[in-house]
C-alpha cells in the first residue's frame, strides 16, 4: 500500500511544480495578465483619436452668460398710468407662441436656440436667446429679430411701449409702435437709467442724455459736459434731468434740450 500512495503523492508534487513554473517563465498567463491585456486592447493613445473627438477633448468650456433685471441709478420721479399686460406668451415644444389682444397668435420657432431670457409687460414682449433678440407687440405679425454679439452678460430693462437689453458695447432697443430693433452704441461709457412714458423713452449715461420718439423713431441726445445726472421726471410735455444746480429740460413741442440756472 505504501508504495502506491508514495507513487500518487509524488505525480502530484511533479504537476504542480510544472505548473508553477510555467506561470513565472510567462507572467501574460496569470489572471492580472489577462485582464490588463484587454484592458491595453481598449485604450487608444490620444494622437490616433479622431479629429472630432480630439476636438470636443480640446474645447473651451462653455461661457456662462447672464440675463439680469437693470437697476437705475438715478432717481426716477416720473408718475406712471396703471400699465396693464396686455400680451400673453406660453412656452410649447421647441416653440413660444404670442397672443395678441385681437386674438391672434404668433409663433416662433426655439429650435437650435436656448433661451436666456423671456417677459412681457404693457404691449409688447421680448426674448433674449443665444442667438437672437427676439421682440413682439400688439400691431405685430410675426417675431421682429435682432442680433447681438454674444457677449457674456446683459441687463434688461421694459417698459409698457419700448424694451432695452444692455451689453457692454451695445443697446439694443425694441420699439412697439415699429416693431423693429434699434441699435445704440456705447462710446466708452456706461448706462445710468432707462425710462418709457408713452411714445417717448429717456435714457441717460454717464456721458449724455438720450430722448427717442418711438412713433417717427428719432433720436435727440444733449452732452453732459461732464456732470452727472441724478435724478429725472417725465410728464406729458417735457422731460426734465437734474444735475447739481442745473436742470435740462426737453420739450416735445420744440424737441430741444434747454439748460436752466437753479441759483437764480
Not at 182 to 208: C, G, H, M, P
Amino acid at each position: 500500500m505504501r508504495n502506491p500512495l508514495y507513487v500518487f503523492i509524488s505525480f502530484i508534487l511533479v504537476g504542480t511544480i510544472f505548473a508553477n513554473w510555467g506561470v513565472v517563465a510567462n507572467p501574460r498567463n496569470d489572471g492580472y495578465g489577462a485582464r490588463q491585456g484587454n484592458q491595453e486592447s481598449r485604450l487608444t493613445p490620444l494622437n490616433q483619436l479622431s479629429p472630432e473627438a480630439n476636438r470636443i477633448l480640446n474645447a473651451p468650456p462653455p461661457t456662462q452668460h447672464q440675463v439680469t433685471t437693470f437697476e437705475s441709478r438715478v432717481t426716477d420721479r416720473t408718475a406712471y398710468p396703471y400699465i396693464q399686460t396686455t400680451l400673453n406668451f406660453v412656452k410649447g415644444h421647441l416653440s413660444y407662441k404670442a397672443f395678441l389682444s385681437d386674438g391672434q397668435e404668433i409663433s416662433y420657432s426655439t429650435r437650435g436656440e436656448h433661451i436666456w431670457h423671456s417677459q412681457c409687460y404693457g404691449d409688447l414682449c421680448v426674448l433674449v436667446t443665444n442667438k437672437n433678440l427676439l421682440g413682439v407687440s400688439n400691431s405685430s405679425t410675426e417675431w421682429e429679430k435682432g442680433h447681438h454679439f454674444g457677449e457674456e452678460r446683459y441687463q434688461i430693462a421694459i417698459g409698457h411701449k419700448a424694451a432695452l437689453v444692455i451689453s457692454e458695447r451695445k443697446l439694443y432697443l425694441f420699439n412697439s409702435y415699429t416693431n423693429h430693433w434699434e441699435t445704440i452704441s456705447l462710446e466708452q461709457e456706461i448706462i445710468r437709467s432707462f425710462a418709457n412714458l408713452y411714445d417717448k423713452v429717456a435714457i441717460t449715461t454717464t456721458r449724455r442724455m438720450i430722448v427717442i420718439d418711438l412713433p417717427s423713431e428719432t433720436q435727440f441726445e444733449e452732452n453732459l459736459l461732464l456732470r452727472g445726472i441724478y435724478q429725472f421726471e417725465m410728464r406729458d410735455a417735457f422731460i426734465n434731468f437734474y444735475s447739481g444746480d442745473k436742470l435740462w429740460m426737453f420739450r416735445y413741442q420744440t424737441q430741444n434740450f434747454e439748460e436752466v440756472d437753479l441759483t437764480d
